[in-house]
């Protein structure tokens, strides 16, 4: 199975992309006055060099400083100054673009990053340490007593269509309903038949003389779902700990002030004396970049926040124990179905064959075939 890049990893790849494409335009423009001189061109601005600097060949070329400018030494010297014109170039194109870059493209990034930070610290509020550990035991087993979108929900709180087409599946694999030319219909014969409350729920979508789009009410789903994890003892209510806001709060209130202190006392770099001249551009381009994180940190921690309360005020289910339990082994399933199944070309008509494993690789996103073949009649 061909692994995705996860968003995080687009993301980083288009900031790069930004970068790159700006050097480029700078390095080309620095560069344009480049050409190629002639002998006699470069014969006076060595001797212009060395005049205004006595050790200029000692230092730049690495021969003693009383060495006759041929035109046989010239001709050797003067690729070694290209080559050093380009690199100076290529290093000073470098700190501009990221000048650039951070004046241009970071107000922008603190506006976005609060998304990623705070779905991160939602992560860590929802899920526990065994979700982020990459060895994890496999687990073989059918869990039999729960349905696809409760196993679904306790393992990333999210719910996708993929979730539903489980759910339809499991009717299918029950004989409650068909799913053939692309209409549902349910199964008379069948009426009788124990199911779940979501399941009832879902078959109120289908009409008696069959339905071509099933288009399920996506919030009212959703609380069917926890009702129903809930009523198995898998999923429970918590309170975020208000004490974490108040310590974030404070640890980042003392970070800005650190660094607005820093990066305003010019006295402080009034007395770095560099040496170097590109140490001064590294230096001014950092000084820029703490401007720039004094100015919208503040906008960047109350977004964060903000997006985070919110999803915590309409969200607020972890797991239980036994929750834990449950996901566990479904993490073990998933493994096992991703590493020794051949599950991921299977199609919807083997359904009598794979049954609840063939379910299991729609909720794990694994078998695309089958997804493929519902998700036009599927629709929040």
């Known amino acids: 199975m061909k ?11 288009i900031f790069f992309a930004i970068f790159a494409v700006i050097y480029g335009f700078v390095f080309m423009k620095l560069t344009a006055e480049l050409r190629d001189e002639s002998l006699a061109e470069f014969r006076v601005e060595m001797e212009e060099a060395i005049e205004e600097e006595p050790n200029f060949l000692e230092e730049a070329f690495d021969i003693p400083n009383d060495t006759e400018l041929t035109d046989e030494k010239l001709e050797e010297l003067k690729p070694i100054a290209m080559k050093k014109a380009y690199l100076g170039i290529a290093l000073m194109g470098f700190f501009i673009a990221l000048l650039i870059y951070i004046v241009t493209v970071v107000p922008i990034a603190f506006f976005i990053l609060p998304i990623f930070t705070s779905n991160h610290a939602f992560k860590k509020y929802k899920l526990n340490k065994d979700d982020f550990n990459k060895t994890k035991d496999y687990f073989r087993d059918v869990l039999y007593e729960y349905n696809p979108s409760e196993l679904s929900y306790i393992d990333d709180f999210k719910i996708d269509k993929n979730t539903l087409i489980a759910d339809l599946l499991m009717l299918e694999n029950k004989k409650v309903i068909t799913y053939e ?4 219909k349910k199964n008379k014969e069948q009426s009788g038949a124990k199911l779940n409350s979501i399941e009832k729920y879902l078959l109120n979508f289908i009409n008696d003389k069959g339905s071509n789009v099933i288009k399920i009410d996506y919030l009212s789903y959703i609380e069917k779902i926890k009702s129903c994890c809930a009523e198995h003892e898998l999923i429970e209510k918590k309170e975020f700990p208000k004490w974490r806001f108040i310590v974030e709060a404070i640890v980042s209130i003392l970070i800005y002030i650190a660094v607005k202190l820093l990066i305003f006392d010019f006295s402080l770099l009034e007395k770095i004396e560099f040496t170097n001249p590109f140490l001064g551009i590294l230096a001014f381009t950092l000084l820029v970049f703490g ?4 100015m919208f940190y503040p906008m960047y921690f109350i ?10 005020q309409t969200d607020n289910y972890v797991r239980t124990n036994k929750g834990d339990e449950i996901n566990k082994k479904l993490e073990g399933l998933k493994l096992f179905i991703r590493d020794f199944s051949i599950l991921e070309g ?4 083997e359904l009598i064959l794979w049954k609840e494993y063939l379910i299991y690789s729609v909720v794990f996103n694994i078998n695309r075939k ?7 009649s599927v629709k929040f």
């Open 3 to 13: 692994k995705r890049l996860s968003f995080k990893a687009w993301v980083f790849l």
């Open 181 to 184: 030319n692309g209409v549902f």
């Open 291 to 294: 401007i720039m994180t004094v």
């Open 303 to 312: 977004i964060k926040h903000v997006i985070l309360y919110i999803r915590l």
């Open 346 to 349: 299977r199609e919807k008509k």
């Open 370 to 376: 089958v997804i493929d073949e519902y998700k036009d």
